[in-house]
């Protein structure tokens, strides 16, 4: 996992290097290089609040002759304490699991299920998947062509037809199988329409009804190349209140990965996913740990 998390976010990392073999060389005091340090940080999309958070932290644990290594190990640390503040494992019932995917249009949401299904898939679970997104015909038609290619069947409805009831068809077809795992995409057509997230409410409603504890996992797909453009989007899907983490979309060749770190620290949500390229296999489950390390080494 490293070495692929590590190639994928070279774009990222390079918005560091750059600074880092400069701090090596230099003889700048611990200060000097703080507030370098937080330009970086800026500069890869980290954002000024998490930033602030960051170089306080470092500034409170390191000592004025500290070298650049010993601060860079710091910082490491300090990225890592941010992203490991909820637990990022994903809730699979053992029976029925049902996973709901929320997210704006064009963010990767259709292929992020594709991801998921596949995944699961070869870990040997029963999967189906559900259009529920029937206000944009291609939404369907894009889910329909990613169950032909890993060969998972997929539930729709008409075009624009009640969501919901599409939702609730789809769990009776759910129980009917026998399947493990259902995944519901959903619209996502304007992430500040109220009208959005009341619908979402009652799919959510209806999931509840038919199977207890449901949805196990709502997780919202987030765009890693738009940057700190992203909070502004999740913000008006935290007014959706089931949300229990982040599919962070399109990690790969963006130079804003460190937004990663202030989706985190300013949503309060965990990342459980990410997906580093367009193929149904670049998916990762999310860690701290090698985030950090990846960003860094």
Known sequence: ????????????????????????????????????????????????????????????????????????????????????????????NNNHTVIMMVGVNGGGKT???????????????????????????????????????????????????????????????FKARQSQLLLVDTAGRIHTNTNLMNELEKIKRVISKEIEGAPHETLLVLDASIGQNALTQAKEFLKFSSLTGIFLSKLDGTAKGGSVISIVDELKLPIKFIGIGEEEKDILHFSPQEFARALLS
Not at 35 to 53: M, N, P, R, Y
Not at 57 to 86: A, H, M, T, W
Not at 136 to 158: D, F, M, S, Y
């Open 1 to 92: 996992m490293f070495g692929n998390l590590k190639d994928k976010l070279t774009k990222t990392r390079e918005t560091f290097k750059e600074k880092f073999e400069e701090f090596l060389r230099s003889e700048k005091s611990r200060e000097e290089i703080l507030e370098e340090l937080a330009e970086s940080l800026v500069l890869a999309d980290v954002g000024i609040q998490s930033t602030e958070k960051i170089i306080q932290s470092i500034r409170q644990k390191s000592k004025k002759n500290d070298s650049f290594i010993v601060l860079k190990k710091i910082l490491e640390d300090e990225i890592c304490k941010i992203l490991s503040q909820f637990p990022t494992y994903f809730n699979l």
């Open 111 to 173: 292929t992020s299920i594709a991801k998921l299904a596949i995944r699961y898939k070869k870990e040997g679970k029963s999967v189906l998947m559900v259009a529920a997104d029937t206000f944009r015909a291609a939404a369907q038609e894009q889910l329909e062509l990613w169950g032909k290619k890993l060969n998972i069947p997929v539930i729709k409805g008409q075009y624009g037809a009640d969501p919901a009831s599409v939702v609730y068809d789809a769990i009776q077809s």
